[in-house]
């Protein structure tokens, strides 16, 4: 399959990476930030465009969820394959008479930051199962796991990532204010958040638990409270503790 | 310095285990839970005892906040140091006439789950310069990274940990509830959540945050509120978006 790539955010990005990891040409990289798409055609050796795309016969749109529906129009040919990347889009969004699909990196991609891409899962959908064999297959390529997976199943897997990794992130982004604060190194946390986990490689996170709310100790959540001095903190601490008390009967 | 280690919960376990595996002579194991004790015993060959408290120069008491101040009355000798290993306690929660310490060990410690000590932060303080001295040569034997530190600066390290542990292991447990209620494997996550983690050792947190919220994709923020149909998933969804979006002034 002759590939072009649209987009040249992190997704786009570490896509190109590991397809021209995987010794899959990429025909060119397609988009509107020239100075992002000549990174990624230096780095990948990949010829880059703004103004002309390219003929091929599979299109992997990588753009921000907000902008798939445009670019997609911008495909004018019926017999070729496109798919886009997002968890949280049906297939139906792409406007054009071609063959649809999506093609879903489960992962949290920063341009800065290296990725076994082997470990990461694809979740495949086409509207044929022709496509969706050669799509498979492709991200078999790349990664051990892969999967199809239907829009209403993607959708769910996108928001367990939202729980799992955006808002994970978030609270560490609040536990750095907070050490920040008193001029505690962030470092002294880098082994506790490590061990907090590799603690769910092996066990239920729900049996993993610890901290003042599960052992409903209201002297140390009280400590906390008049310690904080941030709003934003307090909400969050509260809440945090309110739902960890429900789900243990504290 | 002749050592008794007083609790059977998680963490006088890993610190019994810790003094082992350093060639630290622990001389009794003491509490009231005797299988614990047993268990504690019979693994890391110390002699344990519920009724007969042995005289020691250091007595480790690693209990739960609320029975540190009982138990440290059952110390009656003057002439020995006595610490607690609470995050959230002062020295002067110990009651007795002896030479009064913290011990604190900040990681979250499961029986089951095996830990590096080494890479454990310790955080000493203690009422002379000549006991501090001896307690950070001690943790010094198990760890590298050992700091001196006050109760001010301990109640912040234990509030940081709560938000960068406790919040993010609830987090991963409600992620798991959305993932279940659809079929979906945990394990699919695990790679994002490896990666969510590895990023924050080489990027600040608040540069690392990707998701809806940050970009204020307010489509895919109002269709994960559709799916969600836990009252507890909604309130966490709806509040750590909104923080999020405070931080990033989306």
Redesign the interface.
Known sequence: MKTVIIGSG?VAYHLAKAFKQNNITVHQIFGRNDIELENISEKFNIPFSTEQLEDADFYLISV???AVEEVSSWIKKDDVLVAHTSG?LPMEILKGNYRKASFYP?????K??N?DYS???FFIEAESQVDEKSLFELASIISE?VETSDYE?R??????????????????????E??D??D?PFQ???????????????????L????????G?E??LK??ED??TKE??L???Q??NE??K??YDK
């Open positions: 992190n921000s969820d907000n949280s489960l992962q949290t991609f920063s800065t930051k990725l470990k990461i899962p796991n199943r959708k769910y897997i996108h928001l367990t990532a939202v729980f799992a990794c955006n808002f994970v992130n978030h609270l560490f982004a609040r536990a750095k907070i050490s604060s008193q505690l002294y946390f880098i082994p506790l958040i490590d061990e907090t986990v590799e603690k769910i490689h092996h066990m239920e996170p729900k993993a638990q610890t901290g003042p709310a599960v052992r100790d002297r140390v400590l906390h310690l904080i934003e903190h909400r969050i601490y809440m945090m739902s960890i429900k789900m």
